[in-house]
């Protein structure tokens, strides 16, 4: 069974354990998923299966994504995400149309949450790259904010004065695909479809989340889940 699964995030609340103690939980609606695609090694070079969330009205989708939809013999869908199989052999225990829930996490200690930051427009170096700024003091005008000279950056071909790449500039901050790994799995609602998380995950609310097994413990959590197996 695959152990990845589309959902949005609900929101963050507080979840109170049996010792009274309380911590912070992020609720995630994971799926219903549906399988719109099977792909094997043989036919397409790796194994893989196309996992389909949220029905969606079809004059809101496309020709193309609606023909595929009813090829796999389900309704027209908003989301379509991927996910990776180790072999052939996990390819053939999918179907077309099968339908995949959040009970598919049962057995997940801790999973990885992949999703899209929230956007903050363009951004200045001290708030994206945390810049100490320039010197408040008497004479500096109105460049409190800046980074300062970027000359001594400037590539040595003899060119002109072309900065390297990857030097930190104002720059678009946030909305990007982060990754958050390891978070401990606090309760799963197969019936209501809820997943609850310990911590904080990319994106705002009702943003869309692939959840799935984490694939590379920290090192203090590895231990945990080696004395729970």
């Known amino acids: 069974m695959t152990t990845a699964i589309i959902g949005r995030k609900v929101g963050m609340t507080r979840w109170f354990l ?3 103690r309380n911590i912070p939980v992020t609720v995630i609606a994971a799926g219903p998923c549906q399988v719109t695609q099977v792909k094997t090694a043989e036919k397409d070079g790796y194994s893989a299966i196309q996992l389909a969330f949220e029905d969606i009205k079809p004059r809101r989708s496309t020709m193309a994504e609606m023909g595929h939809d009813a090829k796999a013999g389900v309704s027209p869908k908003r989301i379509h995400r991927e996910v990776r199989l180790a072999s052939d052999k ?3 225990q999918f179907t077309l149309g099968q339908v995949i829930d959040a009970s598919a996490l049962e057995g997940a200690k ?3 949450v992949i999703g899209t930051s929230k956007g903050k427009g363009f951004a200045g170096v001290m708030k994206a790259y ?5 010197c408040a003091s008497h004479g500096t005008e109105r460049k409190h904010r800046s980074p300062g000279s970027i000359g001594s950056h400037g590539t040595d071909r003899g060119h002109g004065a072309k900065i390297k790449k990857g ?3 104002p720059t678009r901050l946030g909305d990007e695909r982060v990754t958050v790994r390891s978070l401990d799995v606090i309760s799963i609602d197969a019936g209501k479809n809820l997943l609850i998380v310990k911590g904080a995950v990319p994106g705002a609310n009702t943003g869309i989340l692939t959840v799935r097994a984490a694939t590379r413990l920290y090192k203090p959590k590895a231990r945990i889940q080696a004395k729970k197996a």
């Open 167 to 169: 030097k930190r500039m």
């Open 18 to 20: 049996e010792d009274g």
């Open 90 to 92: 996990d390819a053939e």
């Open 130 to 134: 945390n810049f100490k700024g320039m």
């Open 110 to 112: 801790f999973v990885d």
